[in-house]
Nanobody, 127 residues
Framework: QVQLVESGGGLVQAGDSLRLSCATSGDTFTSYAMGWFRQAPGKEREFVGAISRRGSTTNYADSVKGRFTISRDNVKNTVHLQMNSLKSEDTALYYC????????????????????WGQGTQVTVSS
């Protein structure tokens, strides 16, 4: 199985940028599609973005499309989430997740499809 550790969160102002990272270990990184999800206080977890095993396919929530970019480094076994033009509504605990069952070029927007999760990193955007 794979272990996931997120980093890069913090407190920023609206309009700023942050880059989250998720370091993985324990299994072959390219066996997994990777996703980012977030959960704000009092709200359900929501999909942010996902990337296929080789990075050829990406998928984003409408709320972040054009502002966030997901990428992966299959040499360093790391996935990143570049977040630009941050808004107060982006404030949440951000999780990365790994999906081994999806097809080679596929991604999933459903958290139920991801078998492994990190502990999360907090992003707070002040307005």
């Amino acid at each position: 199985q794979v272990q996931l550790v997120e980093s890069g969160g913090g407190l920023v102002q609206a309009g700023d940028s942050l880059r989250l990272s998720c370091a993985t270990s324990g299994d072959t990184f390219t066996s997994y599609a990777m996703g980012w999800f977030r959960q704000a206080p009092g709200k359900e977890r929501e999909f942010v973005g996902a990337i296929s095993r080789r990075g050829s396919t990406t998928n984003y929530a409408d709320s972040v499309k054009g502002r966030f970019t997901i990428s992966r480094d299959n040499v360093k076994n790391t996935v990143h989430l570049q977040m630009n033009s941050l808004k107060s509504e982006d404030t949440a605990l951000y999780y990365c997740a790994a999906d081994r069952r999806v097809s080679s070029y596929g991604t999933s927007r459903s958290g139920d499809d991801y078998e492994y999760w990190g502990q999360g990193t907090q992003v707070t955007v002040s307005s």
